[in-house]
């Protein structure tokens, strides 16, 4: 268990359910009145008030048992195979695939796009933690290209000053636009094609005229990228796919 002050703890509890056990992540905090079941890439939290007895947290773990492991399989579904960080292994990239290509090589040299291959040189081609970090510096340095590009053509067409551009990591958003004008895209966007790249670019450049989500503002992304509709469907419905890695 790890404590923390004022009453507050989190630790890790195991409970059978359905013929095996699950392991889930126990919250509790003196705030909380009533239980809270969430469930996300982590797996299963419970979040408990302080004094709830473990026999009512378990009872309450059975009845929602359905639900929970309905939901976790529907989650491991989406997340898919986990990426293997070897030579041959395809990549996503501008909505289609290109290739590993990893061989013995100079440490510092980068990873290049050759044609549909990734080259990746490193000093051992079997050191996955070596090959993740440069294909990750790679992919980021190509967002930042490509994101830089679309947001200055948009932020033309809007009519308005180029605003900063960030690259976020963040695993629930694909970007966003602060009362400051920065402007933060998601760099796994850079795995989809260019018109949903696009799409989110018009949607947080609209930000910069309505910082809401009201009709004023869906009117200007409208006006921007008039297939917003059907790629904002498409990016909910495919987007869990960028986030293999």
Known sequence: MRASRRGSSIETRAIRLDGGELAYLLKRSPRRRTLGLRIDGKGLTVNAPSRAPQRWVESVLREKAGWVLTKLRELEQQQGPQMLWQDGEPLPFLGGHIQLDVAAGAVRA????????????????????????KVMKWYRAQAHACFAERVEIYA?????????????????CWGRCN???????NWRLVKAPLQ????????ELAHLKHLNHSPA????????FPPHLQVRAALKTEGWRYHAF
């Open 196 to 203: 949903t790249i696009d799409y989110v670019v018009a949607h």
């Open 156 to 172: 033309a067409r809007l009519g308005v000053p180029l605003p900063p551009l960030r690259l976020s990591n963040a695993r629930t």
């Open 217 to 224: 503002f869906w009117q200007v992304v409208g006006q921007l």
């Open 110 to 133: 980068p990873a290049v796009l050759s044609g549909e291959w990734l080259q990746v040189r490193l000093a051992d081609p079997l050191d996955e933690a070596a090959l993740q970090a």
């Open 179 to 185: 009362a400051r004008g920065e402007i933060s895209l």
